[in-house]
């Protein structure tokens, strides 16, 4: 597999300063995010992800892989992505429509969604070469790693999980939790944290339902905690009720965070506050 990066510098301090303290992490003031985009492969279609990572870390360290929503891997994904390098980890932001392929609209943005949904196959295959592409870079710990994803992305990572990837663990944001192979949770691995909106009208109780009995049908070691309140897209600011259904909701977005810093620090055993100069 052959991959491609640009790199960009950026010195983005902001309010996720805390989030490094709690860590253990004391940045240097001359710490940099370095950005880069990868491009890379599935078969033949072209790819674009983005990576990201502080040079003020020496030494391999776990690597988060995050996944988009049903727009494409845009401005928002990168923010999370950056969010993640803060916290001292390695992040990738994988591509799973292809280079160049960012619908606008919600008619588009629903059919290239749909287009993975019902081909569960090909899904699996653009996720997993992501964490290959994860799997390559030499600051990554490959040991440990973990993947996120956010509405159509929580879809992604746990069939990413479903597949049987060899990967620490899986969080889910405000995804969809069906599966057409319920069966092919006994293939997980990973350990899966769940974060789902209570008042999400597009992942319905009965889905929620079936997700559990999949899970502890299973015996996959999982929780799913339930924001009461907090409909889809809970977690970006960009939703403000359009389409109906999809709503920010600060208080969830927050506490959904914390619980995934939580999820991180109890499946990674490396110290990251050892790898800071």
Request: charged fraction near 25%; hydrophobic fraction near 45%; proline fraction near 4%.
């Amino acid at each position: 597999m052959v991959f491609t990066w640009g790199k960009i510098i950026a010195r983005p301090w902001s309010i996720f300063l805390a989030c490094l303290v709690l860590k253990g992490l004391t940045p240097s003031a001359s710490a940099a995010l370095i950005k880069e985009t990868v491009e890379y492969k599935q078969g033949d279609a072209a790819l674009e992800g983005y990576l990201v990572y502080d040079d003020a870390l020496n030494g391999k360290r776990p690597g988060i892989m995050v996944v988009h929503e049903w727009k494409g891997l845009n401005d928002y994904a990168k923010r999370r992505a950056d969010m993640l390098a803060q916290l001292g980890y390695v992040a990738f932001a994988a591509d799973i429509y292809g280079k160049g392929i960012r619908p606008q609209t919600f008619a588009d943005a629903g059919a290239m969604a749909g287009k993975f949904k019902a081909d569960r196959a090909l899904l699996r295959a653009r996720v997993n070469v992501g964490l290959d592409v994860l799997k390559s870079l030499p600051d990554v710990d490959v040991s440990q790693l973990a993947a996120i994803g956010y509405c159509f992305g929580g879809t992604a990572v746990l069939e990413l999980a479903r597949s049987g990837a060899e990967i620490k663990g899986i969080v889910s944001f405000h995804g969809g939790l069906s599966s057409p192979s319920p069966t092919d949770a006994r293939n997980i691995k990973a350990k899966v944290l769940v974060l789902h909106g209570a008042a999400d009208p597009f992942v319905k109780a009965e889905e929620v339902s079936a997700f559990e009995k999949e899970m502890a049908d299973a015996k996959v070691n999982y929780r799913l905690i339930k924001y009461p309140g907090a409909m889809h897209g809970f977690t970006n600011p960009d939703n403000k009720g359009d389409p109906p259904g999809a709503l920010y909701n600060e208080a969830a977005d927050k506490a959904s965070w914390i619980e995934m810093q939580k999820f991180f620090k109890d499946i990674f055993i490396t110290n990251l506050a050892a790898s800071s100069r």
